[in-house]
């Protein structure tokens, strides 16, 4: 589709590009307020151990450098989202422009210390200096002697995100806290603050709870914040990713592993949810039709540039780029209107009108049309162009779409079956066929005996469902290129080989790409973050696919020392069996004589072909019968 375009010959953008509905396509913009607790016991370090250097860091203290961490991706990686920092049982007050001296606050012990806004460098090196400097944050975070009410931070948080993000499609509120019963009996405050989460949750904002154990008990949802935080159905599509376990108290030399558990549960709730496309039918039968949509769980991710930047002044500014069509003779400038577009053919230059070119592109409405049913040993593991796209139902268009969707998507694992599709992604987008594969936890995998598809869903961070998978067309299938004088390695060596290959398995034989960030992506954004921040720039990158050579060598290096001797001998014995004396393919060592030789024995003349000739099919499957296609020039 988009990405299509980077493999087209130069100068032909703008003549092949399909015009894009952006409408088909939905982005999230995304606002989070951290609310974090300030109390005695969130503001005690973890509990010493004997024998070993006890952490210093607090739960407050690990959430407001979890925060500074968010925020220093989120201001390269994700520029137009808002973050804010809200703290709540502090001694002093602060809501915008209020403060202490006011007088008459409206929301008393709570401390906004970074306003919902999209954060900038700025914001990002003064909770860096809150959570470095012991002195200011000693000064600030003090705990209050008075409780403070659920209800009165939660009405602080809805008027924030009613001012600051009114019309953001995701706002998400992060609650990090130890008291699992802030109001003890007090019913009416309990009350009161299930009135205002109600309010949130009606204003679209969701709650996500990240609760810290205390060393002597468990945290206790039930006791206050199950009134607090909704649990979202399984089969809502919006619904976020699901709160882990309790994060218990870092036990480590400097609290890393409770800063490392929070970071790593926001982290994964912080990526955007994008949609490939939205409503789009589903069409089972004639008449029959229910809404779906669709989304890439995997895309590569490459470093982006969001815009340019002019240097040449005082200060730098954000440049808008405008587009100007010259004629090449005159440079005079090309109005739209005098432009037209062009396809070659025979040399000639074809004229079509933009409401031809728009006919020439439209194959029809987007939709998902099944035509047939097939057993899914017929679908090959090479048979994949594209990443396959998932698809959920969606109860906007077609009531009932997500109970006839469970249904197919039941029906074809049962009966081990895929569909074949005819997809239309969006208006003007080519036709592809598709395989709409039913995939599950417990889907089998690929095997040598029984070469099919291996389920997208084999992995656990795969959603089971149906996806789409495009199939190639006759075009795109190359054929073979020829393997003579193959090579096969004796039983013995394979078996020796089987073994330095048992000790090298990854744990649970499963790779996690999770445990694996691209080191240049990272590196990319290191560099920009330092400079952003104008801190100093790194020496070099963290790359953890670089292999444990010392790990290989304990574990399967005698194996692989075994193999290559026998692999010397087993060299050596084929050697002398006149092994040698066939030329290797590819090796670029064939002699004139073989040149000059055909399949058959005898010397065959070369075929030359003038430069600008063009050979037809008909001469080009003589030449193949007759094997001289590798003797052009």
């Given at each position: 589709?988009?990405?299509?375009?980077?493999?087209?010959?130069?100068?032909?953008?703008?003549?092949?590009?399909?015009?894009?509905?952006?409408?088909?396509?939905?982005?999230?913009?995304?606002?989070?307020?951290?609310?974090?607790?300030?109390?005695?016991?969130?503001?005690?370090?973890?509990?010493?151990?004997?024998?070993?250097?006890?952490?210093?860091?607090?739960?407050?203290?690990?959430?407001?450098?979890?925060?500074?961490?968010?925020?220093?991706?989120?201001?390269?990686?994700?520029?137009?989202?808002?973050?804010?920092?809200?703290?709540?049982?502090?001694?002093?007050?602060?809501?915008?422009?209020?403060?202490?001296?006011?007088?008459?606050?409206?929301?008393?012990?709570?401390?906004?210390?970074?306003?919902?806004?999209?954060?900038?460098?700025?914001?990002?090196?003064?909770?860096?200096?809150?959570?470095?400097?012991?002195?200011?944050?000693?000064?600030?975070?003090?705990?209050?002697?008075?409780?403070?009410?659920?209800?009165?931070?939660?009405?602080?948080?809805?008027?924030?995100?009613?001012?600051?993000?009114?019309?953001?499609?995701?706002?998400?509120?992060?609650?990090?806290?130890?008291?699992?019963?802030?109001?003890?009996?007090?019913?009416?405050?309990?009350?009161?603050?299930?009135?205002?989460?109600?309010?949130?949750?009606?204003?679209?904002?969701?709650?996500?709870?990240?609760?810290?154990?205390?060393p002597d008990r468990e945290f206790d949802k039930r006791k206050f914040y199950d009134d607090i935080v909704y649990n979202q159905l399984p089969t809502d599509p919006e619904a976020p990713a699901p709160i882990s376990a309790a994060t218990k108290p870092s036990s480590t030399s400097d609290g890393i592993s409770l800063l490392s558990s929070l970071l790593s549960n926001i982290s994964s709730k912080a990526v955007a949810r994008r949609a490939l496309f939205s409503n789009l039918p589903?069409?089972?039968?004639?008449?029959?039709?229910?809404?779906?949509?669709?989304?890439?769980?995997?895309?590569?991710?490459?470093?982006?540039?969001?815009?340019?930047?002019?240097?040449?002044?005082?200060?730098?500014?954000?440049?808008?780029?405008?587009?100007?069509?010259?004629?090449?003779?005159?440079?005079?400038?090309?109005?739209?209107?005098?432009?037209?577009?062009?396809?070659?053919?025979?040399?000639?230059?074809?004229?079509?009108?933009?409401?031809?070119?728009?006919?020439?592109?439209?194959?029809?409405?987007?939709?998902?049309?099944?035509?047939?049913?097939?057993?899914?040993?017929?679908?090959?593991?090479?048979?994949?162009?594209?990443?396959?796209?998932?698809?959920?139902?969606?109860?906007?268009?077609?009531?009932?779409?997500?109970?006839?969707?469970?249904?197919?998507?039941?029906?074809?694992?049962?009966?081990?079956?895929?569909?074949?599709?005819?997809?239309?992604?969006?208006?003007?987008?080519?036709?592809?066929?598709?395989?709409?594969?039913?995939?599950?936890?417990?889907?089998?995998?690929?095997?040598?005996?029984?070469?099919?598809?291996?389920?997208?869903?084999?992995?656990?961070?795969?959603?089971?469902?149906?996806?789409?998978?495009?199939?190639?067309?006759?075009?795109?299938?190359?054929?073979?290129?020829?393997?003579?004088?193959?090579?096969?390695?004796?039983?013995?060596?394979?078996?020796?080989?089987?073994?330095?290959?048992?000790?090298?398995?990854?744990?649970?034989?499963?790779?996690?790409?999770?445990?694996?960030?691209?080191?240049?992506?990272?590196?990319?954004?290191?560099?920009?973050?330092?400079?952003?921040?104008?801190?100093?720039?790194?020496?070099?990158?963290?790359?953890?696919?670089?292999?444990?050579?010392?790990?290989?060598?304990?574990?399967?290096?005698?194996?692989?020392?075994?193999?290559?001797?026998?692999?010397?001998?087993?060299?050596?014995?084929?050697?002398?069996?006149?092994?040698?004396?066939?030329?290797?393919?590819?090796?670029?060592?064939?002699?004139?004589?073989?040149?000059?030789?055909?399949?058959?024995?005898?010397?065959?003349?070369?075929?030359?072909?003038?430069?600008?000739?063009?050979?037809?099919?008909?001469e080009m499957r003589q030449m193949v019968k007759k094997g001289t296609v590798g003797k052009l020039k």
């Open positions: 589709m988009a990405e299509d375009n980077k493999w087209r010959p130069p100068g032909e953008e703008d003549d092949e590009e399909e015009e894009v509905d952006e409408a088909a396509y939905k982005t999230i913009k995304d606002a989070i307020l951290f609310v974090v607790e300030v109390s005695q016991s969130m503001l005690t370090g973890p509990p010493s151990t004997d024998g070993k250097k006890t952490g210093t860091d607090s739960p407050t203290s690990a959430a407001l450098k979890c925060a500074y961490a968010l925020m220093q991706q989120r201001i390269i990686s994700n520029p137009n989202d808002m973050m804010g920092l809200l703290l709540y049982g502090t001694e002093k007050s602060k809501f915008n422009d209020e403060d202490d001296s006011s007088g008459n606050l409206a929301y008393p012990h709570c401390y906004l210390l970074n306003d919902l806004d999209i954060p900038a460098a700025e914001d990002v090196k003064a909770l860096k200096n809150l959570v470095e400097d012991e002195d200011e944050f000693n000064e600030l975070i003090v705990p209050s002697d008075e409780k403070v009410a659920m209800a009165n931070v939660l009405f602080c948080a809805n008027q924030i995100f009613t001012t600051k993000a009114p019309n953001f499609s995701s706002r998400r509120l992060f609650i990090v806290t130890n008291d699992d019963d802030p109001h003890g009996d007090d019913k009416t405050a309990k009350s009161s603050a299930a009135v205002r989460a109600k309010d949130l949750y009606d204003l679209g904002v969701i709650i996500e709870l990240f609760p810290i154990s205390k589903l069409e089972l039968g004639p008449g029959l039709q229910i809404s779906v949509k669709g989304f890439i769980i995997i895309k590569r991710q490459e470093p982006k540039r969001s815009c340019y930047v002019y240097l040449a002044d005082e200060k730098a500014q954000i440049a808008t780029g405008v587009t100007t069509q010259m004629a090449e003779e005159s440079a005079r400038t090309v109005q739209k209107v005098e432009i037209k577009k062009a396809y070659k053919f025979g040399g000639a230059q074809i004229l079509f009108s933009p409401e031809e070119i728009s006919q020439l592109r439209n194959f029809g409405d987007p939709i998902i049309r099944i035509i047939g049913f097939k057993p899914m040993s017929m679908l090959p593991v090479w048979a994949n162009l594209k990443p396959a796209t998932f698809i959920y139902p969606s109860e906007e268009n077609f009531v009932g779409s997500t109970r006839v969707f469970s249904a197919l998507w039941q029906k074809l694992l049962s009966a081990k079956k895929i569909g074949i599709a005819w997809f239309i992604a969006r208006k003007n987008a080519a036709p592809v066929l598709a395989a709409l594969y039913p995939s599950s936890s417990s889907s089998s995998t690929t095997t040598a005996d029984d070469e099919t598809m291996n389920p997208p869903s084999d992995h656990p961070t795969m959603p089971q469902g149906l996806y789409l998978i495009p199939l190639p067309y006759a075009d795109d299938i190359r054929q073979n290129p020829e393997t003579t004088h193959v090579i096969r390695a004796p039983d013995s060596l394979v078996d020796r080989m089987r073994t330095v290959i048992g000790q090298l398995h990854l744990p649970k034989a499963r790779f996690d790409p999770a445990k694996y960030p691209n080191p240049a992506l990272q590196w990319h954004y290191r560099i920009l973050q330092a400079m952003a921040l104008e801190e100093n720039l790194p020496e070099r990158a963290e790359d953890k696919t670089v292999p444990r050579y010392k790990a290989i060598d304990k574990r399967a290096g005698e194996y692989v020392l075994e193999w290559g001797r026998e692999l010397e001998e087993e060299h050596q014995a084929w050697v002398k069996e006149g092994g040698a004396a066939a030329p290797a393919p590819g090796s670029g060592k064939r002699g004139k004589a073989d040149d000059d030789e055909g399949r058959d024995g005898k010397k065959t003349k070369r075929v030359k072909v003038e430069e600008g000739d063009v050979i037809d099919d008909k």
